[in-house]
C-alpha cells in the first residue's frame, strides 16, 4: 500500500527551538491531518486541515495544506519538552469510508 | 470527546493460539478501523469496516481477520498467532461526510507472541 514520505524521521532539539517537519506524497489529496502520538498512548488528532492552500494554527502548533495538494508541514514554535513525542502526518483521498494513508512518523526529542 | 477503548494494554500469547483483540468506541461511529505500528513504518491499516459486518481487507491483512457484529465493536483476530505479529495494534473510528472526518485511535494493545 502506498505510504507518504514524511521527513525528517527524528530530530533532537534544544528546548526554545522551532520545528519543522513535512510529508509528500505522488497522490492527491482531499485532506491533510496530523497526529501527535505520545510514548505508550495512541495518536491524538493536532490539525485537520480540507481545503489546498489552507494555513492552520492551533497554540503553538502551525500546518499548511499545500498549494498542489500533494504535500503537507508541520510547524511547532518555541519547543518545550511536553513536545516530545511521534508525529504523524496523514493524507485522506476523499472516500467515504475516511480511509487514512499515514507517513512514517517523526521522532521528536527535546533537550531542557 | 470520542472514547475508543481497547480491551487489553498488553498481551502475550503463544505462537498458534487464537488471538482476539478488542475495540469499542461510545461515538455511534460508522467506520472502524485496525492498524498495527511497527518502528520505521508508521501506521498499516490491516482491515477497516464501514458498518455492521461489512469488512474491507486494508494494506496487510495477511494472518487477521475481523469481526463486527455491532456497530460499536470492531475486533481483530488472529488466526494462529506468529512472533512476525508481535507489534502495537491501534484501533480507529471515523464518521463518516463529505469531508475526510479524522480517525479516533485507542490507547493501542502491545502484543507479544512468544
Known amino acids: 500500500g502506498q505510504q507518504l514520505n514524511q521527513s525528517p524521521q527524528s530530530m533532537f532539539i534544544q528546548e526554545g527551538e522551532d520545528v519543522s517537519m513535512n510529508c509528500t506524497s505522488s497522490s492527491i489529496f482531499n485532506t491533510w491531518l496530523w497526529y501527535k502520538q505520545d510514548p505508550g498512548e495512541g495518536p491524538v488528532l493536532l490539525i485537520a486541515l480540507y481545503k489546498a492552500g489552507e494555513l492552520t494554527s492551533n497554540g503553538r502548533l502551525t500546518a499548511q495544506f499545500g498549494i498542489t495538494r500533494k504535500d503537507s508541514f508541520l510547524n511547532i514554535s518555541a519547543s518545550i519538552p511536553s513536545d516530545v513525542g511521534i508525529y504523524f502526518c496523514?493524507?485522506?483521498?476523499?472516500?467515504?469510508?475516511?480511509?487514512?494513508?499515514f507517513g512514517q512518523g517523526t521522532i521528536l526529542t527535546v533537550h531542557p | 470527546d470520542v472514547k475508543v477503548t481497547q480491551s487489553s494494554r498488553y498481551l502475550v500469547k503463544r505462537t498458534g493460539e487464537k488471538v482476539f483483540l478488542e475495540c469499542v468506541q461510545d461515538?455511534?461511529?460508522?467506520?472502524m478501523f485496525w492498524y498495527r505500528q511497527d518502528p520505521g513504518l508508521g501506521l498499516r491499516l490491516i482491515y477497516f469496516s464501514y458498518d455492521v459486518k461489512m469488512k474491507e481487507k486494508g494494506d496487510i491483512p495477511e494472518g487477521y481477520s475481523v469481526s463486527r457484529e455491532k456497530k460499536e465493536r470492531f475486533s481483530l483476530i488472529l488466526e494462529s498467532a506468529s512472533t512476525n505479529q508481535t507489534s502495537m495494534y491501534l484501533c480507529?473510528?471515523?464518521?463518516?461526510?463529505?469531508?475526510?472526518?479524522?480517525?479516533?485511535f485507542g490507547d493501542g494493545t502491545r502484543l507479544s507472541i512468544l
Open positions: 496523514a493524507g485522506a483521498g476523499g472516500t467515504s469510508y475516511g480511509k487514512l494513508t
Open positions: 480507529a473510528s471515523s464518521s463518516p461526510g463529505s469531508l475526510n472526518q479524522p480517525q479516533h
Open positions: 461515538m455511534d461511529h460508522e467506520n
